[in-house]
């Protein structure tokens, strides 16, 4: 049976990497498809990266409870998990994939119980987190401060997740995330 698989982690935690990693592993794993009303940027394609809705239809389908969540990211911007659109992946066989805020993670994982594994991606301290952020150099300090509240923030819902990967060594956190989805695949 197709299951999902859910990634949490406050940013400069380095999920991305990490999930853009196991991706390649021939484990069937696709990103869920997610619906915003913001406007597609570039070639993003209706049904591809997004499902894009007017803010009407995305209020529309609030009201009618289709969102397993959703969140208002940036003002007036709204993006959620439509659950008829996991279905259909799921019942298409594949392992779904959501790379997603700590609140959503929770809540998918609340509603499928145990066809679900839920990881957090830990950065090793805060301090190595605000270096993280430091170097990469997008953001401005007062940005990087932002970031810090949140991720401490984000840090305090990680006894809800299933599993806790600690991302200090970027080979032994891929490893022991391909292992322990390894596992929960073959159960
Ligand atoms: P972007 O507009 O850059 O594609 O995404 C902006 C933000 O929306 C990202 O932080 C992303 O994690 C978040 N996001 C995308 N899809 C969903 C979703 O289905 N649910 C929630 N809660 N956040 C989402």
Redesign the pocket.
Same mark, same amino acid.
Do not use: K, P
């Given at each position: 049976m197709s299951k999902l698989i859910i990634f949490s982690a406050p940013s400069g935690s380095g999920k991305s990497t990490i999930v853009n990693y196991l991706l390649q592993q021939n484990l069937n794993m696709h990103f869920?498809i997610?619906?915003?009303c913001?406007p597609p940027r570039g070639s993003e394609q209706h049904g591809v990266e $997004?499902f894009f809705l007017s803010a009407e239809e995305f209020r529309q389908r609030i009201a009618a409870g289709d969102f397993l969540? $959703?969140?208002e990211?940036y003002p007036g911007r709204f $993006?959620?998990?439509l659950k008829e659109q996991v279905e259909r992946q799921l019942n298409e066989g594949q392992n779904v994939v959501f790379?997603?805020?700590v609140?959503?993670g929770c809540r998918i994982k609340e509603y499928y119980g145990d066809r679900a594994l839920s990881l957090f991606i830990q950065p090793p301290s805060v301090d190595e987190l605000r270096r993280r952020l430091v170097a990469r150099g997008t953001d401005t300090p007062e940005m990087i401060e932002g970031r810090i509240a949140k991720a401490e923030y984000e840090l305090s819902f990680a006894p809800r997740f299933d599993k806790i990967i600690v991302n200090d060594n970027l080979e032994c956190a891929q490893r022991e995330a391909l292992q322990a989805i390894k596992d929960f695949l073959s159960r």
């Open positions: 869920s997610s619906a915003t913001r $997004y969540e $959703y969140e990211v $993006y959620g998990t790379d997603i805020d609140v959503g």
